[in-house]
């Protein structure tokens, strides 16, 4: 009986098994990371996060250390989202830094801008019809062609308005420059 308890005693203060060992010894690697100022710990997260990363450990157990860690940064950075957590650990990119981003973005962009300037004159329209009444076809068409920073300017003038002739007055002292091949190539 003595002998049975001792082969009994003697497998349960058995090694751990080999395969659940590491996953907690990289998880208690945290602990040097409790620290309290943030941005120590803003800057060594992508450390201990690649450190998790390379360890030599089964995928899954990877995966769930990886998740920890996100999961214990979180709660760490409240005030952040799992986007920005995963941007501080090297884990995506800001959408405003990918490739495609830039792309879209030059692409549109003289859309976007011819966009914003045609609301900035209907906008400037309706002012001017509201402060000085109907329009003639050759004033609509002056203020439509006048660029961005001109259509603001008129913007500014038209609350001194009082009749027609202040805006032919200013029409004529600023007149909208004239458009090249350059301009209206695409």
């Known amino acids: 009986m003595h002998t049975d308890k001792q082969t009994h005693r003697g497998a349960r203060t058995a ?23 943030r941005e120590r710990l803003r800057e060594q997260a992508p450390l201990a996060y690649g450190q998790i990363q ?3 450990l089964p ?6 250390c990886l998740d920890v860690f996100q999961s214990w940064l979180l709660a760490r950075f409240q005030d ?12 995506m990119t800001p959408l405003e830094q990918t490739r495609a981003y830039r792309e879209i973005v030059a692409k ?12 900035e004159v209907q906008l400037v329209l309706r002012l001017l019809r509201r ?12 203020v439509q062609s006048l660029p961005v920073d001109q259509l603001e300017d008129l913007t500014e003038a038209l ?15 600023h ?12």
Not at 15 to 31: E, F, I, V
Not at 108 to 118: A, C, D, F, S, Y
Not at 159 to 173: G, K, Q, Y
């Open 108 to 119: 549109n962009k003289p859309i976007w801008l011819e966009e914003g300037r045609q609301r």
């Open 80 to 91: 952040q989202t799992l986007e920005e957590i995963l941007i501080m650990l090297g884990e």
């Open 175 to 186: 007149p909208a420059p004239q458009q090249t091949a350059c301009d209206t190539a695409p």
């Open 131 to 142: 402060r000085l009444g109907k329009l003639t076809k050759a004033q609509q068409a002056s």
């Open 59 to 64: 995928e899954s157990a990877r995966r769930q």
């Open 54 to 56: 390379q360890a030599p």
């Open 15 to 37: 090694a751990p098994d080999p395969t659940r060992a590491p996953a907690a010894g990289h998880l208690s690697a945290l602990s040097a990371y409790l620290v309290e100022d």
């Open 159 to 173: 609350l001194d308005f009082s009749a027609a002739a202040d805006l032919e007055t200013w029409l004529a002292a």
